[in-house]
């Protein structure tokens, strides 16, 4: 079999044994991206390695969403990697990715490597300073967010990447998403307002930006920012979802109408499609 053989989407699910939900998630986590000739979708034979060995950390409990920003990190580390998911050794201790490369063992979170057997007597002679940089902060800041209880220190590490680089996009929109969870409505607010002055194009920025103003009670202000959500990224459901909440406070009953159907379009069988039923069912003219 060659790497440049073409597999169709089909052809993957039954040969990987995945669904067409569980490629559409990953592949909006970026945890892999097939080639498009026109409007088909094909893979390749490392498609078929990454998306195995994807199927099985995600067994293991590594979630998809840390697995990709593993996978984001690593490629900050080892930039000659292009393709780690086949180039290294995927590790998975049940929650973590730990990365083995010429029997180094690197978790990429927190760039740290990790000693094995052969290497553990060096481990009161070698002392390593990571470079305290924006993305190194960045980095750890991620790793504190992962665990609840260590929330106040991502809080701190994204403050302190804030201190180097002010417009940088993603600590401004997951330090806003720490607050927020906080309740400290005011200080998301802030945050996701310098994400949008940074960078009017992104969806999540102007998302979080209304959602914020609309429990703010700015539910017109509130409204042109998920207005724009979904015109970015027309497939957010969760975009539709909160701007039919504030068309209906703002007596836009044909436009919040139209935003509830696009919801239950996008999510059918989720957790708040029935609410969104009884709502478009109650605004129906």
Not at 52 to 78: D, F, H
Not at 157 to 164: D, F, N, Q, S
């Amino acid at each position: 079999m060659s790497t440049t053989d073409r597999f169709t989407r089909g052809e993957v699910q039954r040969i990987v044994d995945v669904t067409a939900k569980q490629l559409d998630y990953w592949e909006k986590l970026r945890l892999v991206a097939p080639q498009k000739n026109g409007l088909e979708k094909f893979y390749d034979f490392r498609d078929l390695i990454s998306l195995r060995t994807t199927k099985q950390l995600i067994a293991k409990g590594v979630t998809p969403t840390r697995l990709r920003r593993s996978l984001a990190a690593l490629q900050q580390e080892l930039a000659e990697v292009k393709e780690p998911l086949t180039e290294l050794r995927i590790l998975s201790d049940g929650r973590d990715v730990v990365i083995d490369r010429g029997g180094s063992r690197l978790e990429p979170i927190s760039g740290q490597f990790m000693l094995n057997f052969d290497t553990r007597e060096l481990s009161n002679k070698v002392r390593v300073m990571p470079e305290r940089n924006a993305e190194s902060c960045f980095l750890m800041a991620l790793q504190h967010e992962s665990e609840p209880a260590s929330r106040p220190k991502a809080i701190e590490a994204y403050e302190r990447v804030l201190a180097i680089n002010p417009r940088h996009l993603d600590a401004l929109i997951n330090l806003g998403m720490l607050h927020y969870e906080q309740a400290n409505l005011e200080k998301a607010m802030t945050c996701f307002e310098a994400a949008v002055e940074r960078d009017a194009e992104s969806a999540v920025a102007q998302f979080n930006l209304g959602s914020v103003l609309d429990e703010l009670g700015q539910t017109e202000p509130a409204r042109q920012h998920l207005r724009l959500a979904v015109r970015l990224d027309e497939g957010c459901a969760d975009a539709h979802y909160n701007l039919a909440f504030v068309c209906e406070k703002l007596g836009a009953h044909d436009e919040a109408r139209q935003h509830w159907q696009r919801y239950i379009d996008l999510d059918p069988t989720g957790p708040w499609s029935k609410y969104a039923r009884q709502r478009l069912g109650s605004l129906k003219p």
